[in-house]
């Protein structure tokens, strides 16, 4: 089993088989890139059992790290990586690697996983030593001691915590120990990233179930963390890698079309490659125009989704300019003097994704119909784009003339430039009460690999995966205070809270006042983020019986005064006035003496047909000064119905005809209010008190059983005269938490 430390940048050849995962899957013959030869472990294995070096001389074991490191970082101080290789090495002299190499060609391999990335020297310190604390007798106290607090903590960091204190916790607890030291300082992650790829290089050794265990746990973890920290260089390899161990048979497939391609004499990515260096060098613009092959797993999803695979379905054009600006003058050119496909246009480097990157995509097609993709970057985007955080450096360093008390110290690192995602998931994940939740919960979250922008209206902005809803959107500005939203405007529109948000979306949370709101258990359908499920599942524990569905989510709640032992109103169902008067429950206001509500007066209404019995269509429950029509239906009765009800347009579609109705005078009138709000604790009553101070006494009324936070009220009210409708509605539009209120409209089917 080869353990060769494989330039990232320079695929190894095509493993046999799926079991020989020790080097990175092979892409064609194009990918081959200008590097250094590749690396011996053994060879420096057997070096580095020679001992260490004289003091002040650089070892030969680390001079290829040396090399790597001096190509991006000409002026570093190596030092640091001399004694660290020294400290590594006499603590690992004596342990052997499964594969039968000494120990230390692992921290070797990492570290120039790391250097080819461009890593600075102390992150390719802390990797040397990255398994001295927990596989020998170094101490976190000597590491500092020797290398100073920013080393002493990447070395924490990235160290496991011991099965026998944590026993089937111990793998869960480590990744949060680890996230949370990543949350200081990303290099953390870093280095468990190169850390995991050198050793899903040579996975070979082990047994095949730990093997699908630890690709399972790579697949699900680390390959999310890479692409959403950047470093597409260590993601690639990793996916390659996993999908060679998970899937085979689909891998050999894959392996066995890319050797099919590359065994072709014609290259149709080369021919354009041709082409489009042709019309820039012609507009006079420098850039550098590069072949990028598919790794493997690229290759079988393009696979499956287009099924035949063609010449130009393996790779894509990468061309690379100096500046911003020139990616934009590519750009014009390739869609001047070529065929572009303007579907394929994105634009991130207006718009970057959330890891960093940066580039524009384009596509342009062939007279075959080939379709080529091309990226176009700058060479910085380029070194970010492969690199991730691992191409900013130290973004932690003090300034020149910052105190030294600004030192960081141990447990106080802040990273103000961290992402909005690690922030989050290092929120939720002190809520999750316990490893399994935790772990499953933080799978979930990494499956997410897509971030939205929303703004609030105070300009502000709040991160979301994409798929999150306003109930993600409200935890996510308020945490738990949250729990008393009840509604949110989307781009200025009224919006339920299951409303999933897009990106570049305004959203402003609407919030309730009352202290007893409670969030909903149908918000739990709709929350996509684990911080606002933890939230509102840990409300729901400690108040069983919460949530929407209850009676107080409606405002259907007795109040101190009320008449308990009458039947309060279930959700859905109707309050006829014929059985119990509905009145203010506040203000215990009740029907005037002798009034008989089932047999109020209504308007009068004057019909073409003199004595034809009129009645008022509960359809649409005319009032004037409504426009109006009748309808004659069974038993000579015509119907008068508003002209713009839908009853209306549907009996004329059947040929019926229309029967001239006008208003006479009038005194009282009956109408149907639809009232649409969120839901709260005390909202009937607080309807119910604004009708009657406006001076209509209710009739009847349903209340619909709450949707997603909304609870939709229908109200049939006698009122002293029409002109009293305006201000009714002004008053129960008044009433916190309504949003709307409107005559009512049915769909009916005739009468």
């Avoid at 820039?280 to 989704?305: D, N, T, W, Y």
């Avoid at 130290?394 to 922030?423: F, K, V």
């Avoid at 929303?454 to 308020?478: I, S």
């Avoid at 005809?657 to 009138?669: F, K, L």
Wanted: proline share 7%; glycine share 8%.
């Amino acid at each position: 089993m080869s353990a060769e430390a494989t330039n990232p940048a320079s695929p190894g050849p095509v493993a046999p088989t799926a079991s020989a995962a020790a080097t990175a899957p092979a892409v064609p013959r194009a990918d081959r890139r200008k590097s250094r030869a590749r690396i011996d472990l053994r060879r420096l294995g057997r070096a580095a059992l020679l001992g260490p070096a004289v003091r002040g001389k650089l070892p030969d074991a680390i001079s290829h790290v040396v090399e790597a490191h001096r190509a991006h970082h000409p002026d570093a101080d190596l030092d640091p990586l001399r004694r660290a290789y020294v400290l590594a090495e006499s603590s690992h002299r004596g342990q052997m690697r499964k594969s039968g190499e000494p120990y230390i060609t692992h921290p070797l391999a990492v570290t120039l996983i790391l250097a080819e990335l461009g890593a600075e020297t102390t992150t390719l310190t802390a990797s040397l030593l990255h398994d001295t604390v927990e596989d020998t007798d170094v101490t976190l106290d000597q590491v500092r001691e020797q290398f100073g607090e920013e080393v002493r903590y990447l070395v924490d960091g990235v160290t496991k915590l011991e099965k026998v204190d944590y026993g089937a916790a111990a793998e869960p607890e480590t990744f949060r120990k680890m996230l949370v030291a990543t949350g200081s300082d990303v290099r953390v992650m870093s280095i468990k990233l190169a850390d995991r790829l050198h050793n899903m290089r040579t996975l070979g050794v082990m047994r095949p179930e730990k093997q699908a265990r630890i690709a399972k746990v790579t697949r699900d973890v680390l390959i999310p963390l890479a692409e959403r920290l950047g470093v597409q260089a260590l993601k690639t390899e990793m996916e390659d890698l996993v999908f060679a161990i998970l899937h085979p048979e689909e891998y050999e497939h894959t392996r066995e079309l890319i050797a099919e391609n590359a065994a072709r004499r014609d290259d149709p990515l080369a021919e354009v490659a041709d082409e489009m260096r042709a019309v820039l060098r012609e507009a006079g613009l420098q850039a550098e125009v590069l072949i990028r092959p598919r790794h493997f797993v690229s290759v079988h999803r393009v696979a499956r989704k287009r099924g035949q695979l063609r010449g130009t379905d393996f790779g894509r054009l990468l061309v690379l300019v100096n500046e911003d600006a020139d990616c934009y003058g590519v750009l014009g050119e390739l869609h001047t003097c070529m065929t572009p496909v303007v579907s394929e246009f994105k634009d991130f480097i207006a718009v970057p994704k959330f890891n960093l990157y940066q580039s524009l995509h384009t596509a342009v097609a062939r007279p075959d119909g080939q379709v080529v993709e091309v990226l176009i970057r700058t060479h910085q985007m380029h070194k970010v784009a492969e690199a991730g955080v691992v191409a900013l450096g130290n973004p932690y360093a003090a300034a020149s003339d910052a105190p030294a008390s600004d030192a960081p110290t141990d447990g106080e690192r802040a990273d103000p430039t961290r992402p909005g995602w690690l922030s989050r998931l290092l929120d939720w994940q002190q809520a999750a009460p316990d490893p399994d939740t935790f772990w499953s919960t933080l799978r979930e979250d990494l499956a997410q690999d897509r971030e939205i922008t929303v703004f609030r209206p105070d300009g502000g902005t709040l991160g979301l995966p994409e798929g999150a809803t306003c109930v993600d959107a409200a935890y996510a500005q308020y945490g738990e205070d949250a729990h008393a939203c009840i509604g949110a405007r989307v781009n200025g529109r009224l919006a339920t809270l299951s409303t999933v948000l897009k990106d570049g979306d305004t959203v402003q949370l609407l919030m309730g006042q009352d202290p007893a709101s409670e969030p909903s258990r149908e918000w739990l359908e709709h929350a996509h983020t684990p911080a606002a499920r933890i939230a509102i599942q840990r409300w729901l524990a400690t108040h069983p019986g919460g949530g929407a569905g209850t009676e107080e989510a409606s405002g259907l709640r007795t109040e101190p005064g009320e008449d308990t032992a009458a039947p309060r109103p279930a959700t859905g169902a109707r309050v006829d006035a014929a059985q119990r008067p509905l009145t203010s429950a506040r203000s215990g206001a009740a029907p005037a003496p002798g009034a008989d509500p089932a047999r109020p007066r209504r308007p009068d209404v004057l019909v073409d047909r003199p004595g034809t019995s009129v009645r008022l269509a509960g359809c649409c429950t005319p009032v004037p000064p409504d426009e109006i029509t009748g309808f004659a239906v069974r038993g000579g009765v015509v119907t008068v119905h508003r002209v713009e009800c839908a009853a209306v347009a549907h009996m004329k579609s059947k040929g019926r005809a229309e029967i001239g109705v006008r208003w006479g005078d009038t005194t009282e009138c009956r109408v149907t209010l639809v009232a649409e709000s969120f839901g709260r604790p005390h909202l009937l009553a607080d309807l119910t008190e604004a009708i009657s101070s406006a001076g209509a006494d209710i009739v009847s009324a349903t209340v619909e059983p709450p949707s997603q936070q909304r609870v939709r009220h229908t109200y049939t009210l006698q009122l002293p005269d029409a002109a009293h409708l305006p201000s009714v509605m002004r008053a129960m539009r008044d009433v916190p938490g309504v949003y709307d209120v409107a005559r009512a409209q049915h769909q009916t089917q005739g009468d």
